[in-house]
Nanobody
Framework: QVQLVESGGGLVQPGGSLRLSCEAS????????MAWYRQAPGKQRELVAR???????NYAEIVKGRFTISRDNAKNTVFLQMNSLKPEDTAVYYC?????????WGQGTQVTVSS
């Protein structure tokens, strides 16, 4: 059974940075595209960034230039470096495959951007 465990969230001031990590169990990791998603209160979950198994990346316009997704296939881990954070980035952040798989959603990690 696949498990995805996100970590690295927290409270940060506007303009600050955080680095999220997502560790995946199982041997599937290196062959699939992975992605970070987020869900803010009262809003639908949205795609933030994705990375192919070969390392090609794609970002939502609202985070382009501020967020960087990367992966370490040897460690079954995907990262999200978030810089220049804004209050509107506040959300629970999740990792999953791309396209997402219903049964793979984890608990997520809370990111709060506030002064």
């Amino acid at each position: 059974q696949v498990q995805l465990v996100e970590s690295g969230g927290g409270l940060v001031q506007p303009g600050g940075s955080l680095r999220l990590s997502c560790e995946a169990s199982g041997s599937f990791f290196s062959i699939y595209s992975m992605a970070w998603y987020r869900q803010a209160p009262g809003k639908q979950r949205e795609l933030v960034a994705r990375i192919s198994r070969g390392g090609s990346t794609n970002y939502a316009e609202i985070v382009k230039g501020r967020f960087t997704i990367s992966r370490d296939n040897a460690k079954n881990t995907v990262f999200l470096q978030m810089n220049s954070l804004k209050p509107e980035d506040t959300a629970v952040y999740y990792c999953n495959q791309f396209p997402s798989q219903r049964d793979y959603w984890g608990q997520g990690t809370q990111v709060t951007v506030s002064s």
